[in-house]
């Protein structure tokens, strides 16, 4: 019988006290942004990948026009600077059933406990319905020392809702396994693309694993976002009056 999740791993080395950054696509594409933007400025390298009947069934096509199974990608960062090596996890889409979304996520924290990380941190987009001038980054933790931690960087905590999918399922099952989990997000609309959301979430990783990393190219799409925003004036905030929260 065939195995509905397929993981292929390559040999790396062994990793130092490794944590755990994953985040699959979300609303505004933050959590995708935030991973895509470390693997590619850390020049993190591939530890593997998976594809799963749990994927919604299409192909991305190549630019070539050659097609390829969507899947899900894991790269390693040794850091030169400390003993915290990182393992980045995100991919090309969420699973479209929940069942799927279960199974996935139970898999990427059966890898991580494979690979010896005992911290598991998500990362996602807070959802208001209206644009905010100075966007936060709102946060959960599996225990109350990791929630100080996380008020010592500015982060919101969230004390209320839920988190969905896999961003919210990876460090609540981790969680249940008796690991470090938790959750990051940045505050959106969920109108558009927000690089904006993804900056501030960056600054936070920058300031908890010390990482140098450049964002001033990032940075410029947000400000764009930002001038766009400023352009349209006010539309999407007085649509949105009255709007709830939700964490995606």
Known sequence: MRNPIDIHLNEAPKLRKPIMIAGLP??????KIVLDFLIKTLNAQPMGHLYSDYLPPRVLLDSDSSPSLMRHEIYYWVNTNAEQDLILYTGDAQPILPE???????AVVNLAEQLGVDTILTVGAFITGKIAEKPKVYGAASDLDLVKELQQLDVSIIDSGAVTWMNGLIPGLAKVRKLKGLFLSGETSGFMVDPRAAVI?????????????DMDELEKQAKEIEEALRKSGEKFGRQATGSSEYIG
């Open 26 to 31: 979300d609303s505004g594409r933050v959590a």
């Open 100 to 106: 799927g979304a279960f199974r996935l996520s139970e």
């Open 201 to 213: 979430i960056l600054k936070v990783l920058a300031r908890k694993f010390g990482l140098q990393i």
